[in-house]
């Protein structure tokens, strides 16, 4: 399905159309539940935090939304359209980009030949030299690199361009999966100027985090979840409280107990094979 | 000098071509074509049916051949088969593709007719002209050869380089995932690439029919040599792959010339010398040491992990599989002890050929049933056996029964040195290196003199025991039962041992399994003797039925079509060795007795579809066996107890 052009799509400004919305989503790997039914609102031009543990299915919540798995029960609307169970990379044409937890750049390819890719199926043929202009100006590292190999980039570098790529595709959601992790202090806030750069140019996102604070700051809206299941939900000033109790509540239960039963261990999640 | 640079750079040309599509589909799918000579050899059987049969214009045949048919074909191949084995383990892949391997030519025989005395001719047509360039005589044909290799090479670098098709196959292969995260379909692009993998195949294909007899062998072992140079590009490097091709080439031609001409020698290395860059190629690969599983394994990430897991549910239905296996056995004995009761001579006689070959079928339920390796060398190792056995027995005049045992022996070491060469490098290398070494053995050692024996080979007869004489009918087929029984007990015993759950472990996650202690690569080692072993006893008793050690009757070919008769009736369990060694002796004799003369290849077809089908539902036909026994079970308990049995919940479908 051919896409509009991205000014139609892009919300104009104070619109909160609902953009993506989550209804009683689950998935499960076999026999172990890793998201127990699962719903949220994305308005446009809105960002979304999930917050919770390891293995509280954070990870496969985004899968499932972006299609890298098949939910179990439950429905995505994408624009009022229900896209459920639709193959990864037709949502990717429709402009529900994922950045998984190892980035998902193309390692052994260039800088540039990632953003070729990037363009190639979200943008017409002749606004693709002014969509790479943009991202260039936006990402000017990667404009002084654009022949080295992806995976020869710095963390910090290779963060930025997956989200450099989401932003050439020209998405309008970007699911992304834990984007400080592994990354220095420093470069964690270059990610969130990142992302707070691609939320004022239009695009909404689904945050997923382990940084309490950090997200809570970002989000315009937060949901808790613990052993896929949706704990806690609301704008972060009202949940803001109880989700820190939650984590410090868990945390300390997590050290007396040694080992929490999160239904699915850590390194199951985003592994891309 | 340049004479036979030039002629090498020929022959070298066509491996290049062929080693560039093989390479190109093993990138973009991960997919090991054993058959990609096979749809060389169709392509040009195809072309010689336009061009010669039904007197169409060459180049129009050739055009409609390898620009419209191959790549449909590979279209076909692909959302036929090879889309659905994305997921499937590397095992499955292989029986996939040795499946077409045997499967394509004998249905293209099968179509176009079997027709051994093909004189083909070339583009160039019947006097195709000459000319002499460095003082090198070369003919039209030739020079296509040449023109059209570099063609390919410059068209191919273009277009991964400069072509948005290029860059998707780059993608993909460097990650499915982040294609399909970038809204690629991985599908498509591996579509493509089948596509253009089988144009250069068909390409390969119809060059090669002017300079070599269209038959399959010769075929199948050009372009097998080809794989020396996907093996030197590490399957993944297409400039490589290209070079390596003509680098083989030359090589080859270059031998000619310091090799004295009319010797055994020349006869023997030439044709091998592919084989012998194979294996020095993957010593130098065995020193880097790092394979992509290997790799993959160090990131954290296993290559296998989120792929349909048949070897667990393998494992877990064996279970129930070898409880149930028991009282088959017993009946099984009681039937096969009473086989001369009831039968003539002459089925006699093909039972005891069936299980001569059932008993090497058992090296097979050991290396690729157990071991979860696949080895393609077994006829080979069956052939040394032979061999061997023809030497002690008789012409040393040693007693049999050391002999056989002996026999057994020198397989085994082969066996073990073998695996030695290759098991660190992965399944992969493996199955190449033990195509590599049965080839090499056919070329350089069957060829001896000695043991050729003039086309005839050495006489081999059954012993004398004492009071018995195992040259009798009925009496040899008892030794061959005995034997069969001996050595099926061996290997039952091994997958109740220790050593059986160990290497069930390594099967079904080797990188866990090695945290667990177990070495993975001492038990396929010692799978590949045990292997080994069975193998050369099995082609003893073989040589035991024909009277003769003749080695061309353990041609790898023969092994390739031997290993789809197993893979489809179940590589895992003995019973499925015993059935598949007898439908491979009886089923040809049923066809050739009741259809004609064209119908002659339709067992081999039957069984290469037979591996296809099982690879496309691997658990789906041991799963079939399981549900069929109960079914007969259920039956005869019914009629034993005139009672109606309640079905037992056996819910999979049987496969296609």
New interface residues.
Partial sequence: MQRNAADDRRPQGGQTDTLLEVRGLSVAYGAAPAVTRVSFELPAGKAVVVLGPNGAGKSSLARAITGLVKPTEGSVLFCGEDVTGMAAHKLARRGISLVPEDRGIFRGLSVMDNLRMALRNGVARNRREASLDKVLTLFPVLGSRRRQIAGTLSGGEQQMLALARVMAGEARVLVVDEPSLGLAPQLVDRVYEALSALRASGLSLLLIEQFVERALDFGDDACLLSHGRVELHGPPSEVRDDILKSYLGRAEEAGATASAPDGLPAGVNLQTA | MSAYIISGLVLGSIYAIAATGLVLTYKSSRVFNFGHGAIAFLIARMYYQFAQVWHWNSWLSAILTIFVFAPAFGVFLWGFLFRHLTNSSQIVRLVATIGLFVAIPAIAELIFGYDPTLNTLGLAGANPPVYHVFGVTLNLDQVFVLGFAGVVALALGAMMRFT?FG??I??V??????????????QRVSMGAWALGATLAGLAGVLLTPLVTLDVDSFNVLLVASFAAVVLARMENLPLAFVGGLVVGVIQQIVTKFVPADSVALKGIVPSMPFILLVIFLFFWGSARETVGSR?AAM????D???EDITTTTVRRQRSFLRSLTPIAVWGVILAVAVPLYMNSFWLGLFSEGLATATIFLSFTVISGQAGVISLGQSALAGVGAIAVGQFATAFGWPMLPSVILAGGCAAVLGVLVAVISVRLGDLYVALTTLGMGLLLENMVYTIGRFDNFSIGVSVTPPKLGPIDFSGKNTFYFLLLGVFCVLALVVWNLKRSSTGLELAAMRSDPVRATTLGIRPWRLKIFAFGLAAFIAGVGGCMLAMYQFRALPENFATTIGLVWFAVVATLGLRSIAAALVAGLTFAVFPQIISDHLSQTFQTLPTALFGLGAIAVARHPDGVVAMHVQQYKWVKRKLSGLRHRAPSVPDGVTEAPAA
């Fill in positions: 948005t860059l998707l780059r993608a292969v460097d990650s499915p995932t982040v294609s399909r995260l970038v809204g690629t379909d991985p993959a954290g990430v296993n290559p992990a989120e792929k």
